[in-house]
């Protein structure tokens, strides 16, 4: 398995999950946009773990943006831009979300997750993310 195939099967468990979710719920209908925001999250959740284990900039850098990008993987969440009006929307309707702007401002909004469900997900893809990266440096190593 590479790395593209745990984010496209990661990015299928965690929508179909949201999705699952709201279903239950008997909330509005997600739109084309929601789904979108949800992909947009679901993409920035692997892609800074990947750089994290990576060690792109994120991990050398002392600044207080690297800083906060390592703690948002750590308590898996993202800073996902000027989006504070359609995650708050979206979270009115699924309601599993965690939206903040404390650090930035509305800027670069932080969106995490409030649902063990979604953590257990996102936790079983860092795993995965982990042992392939160390896979990879035992592969270095060895050679």
Do not use: P
Not at 76 to 102: F, P, Q, R
Request: a positive charge; proline letters at 0%.
């Amino acid at each position: 398995m590479d790395i593209y195939d745990i984010y496209k099967k990661f990015e299928n468990q965690f929508i179909g999950y949201l999705v699952v979710q709201h279903y239950k719920s008997d909330g509005k209908q997600l739109s084309k946009k929601d789904i979108h925001l949800l992909t947009r999250l679901s993409f920035n959740l692997w892609n800074r773990k990947r750089d994290l284990l990576s060690s792109r900039y994120m991990a050398t850098s002392g600044t207080m943006f690297a800083i906060n990008r390592r703690t948002a993987v750590k308590f898996m969440g993202a800073y996902l831009g000027n989006y504070w009006a359609s995650y708050c929307n979206l979270n009115e309707k699924i309601g599993l979300l965690n939206i903040t702007s404390d650090d930035y401002g509305q800027k670069n909004v932080y969106v995490g997750l409030c649902d063990q469900g979604l953590e257990e997900i996102t936790q079983q893809m860092y795993k995965e993310l982990e042992d392939l990266y160390a896979t990879k440096n035992l592969d270095k190593e060895c050679a």
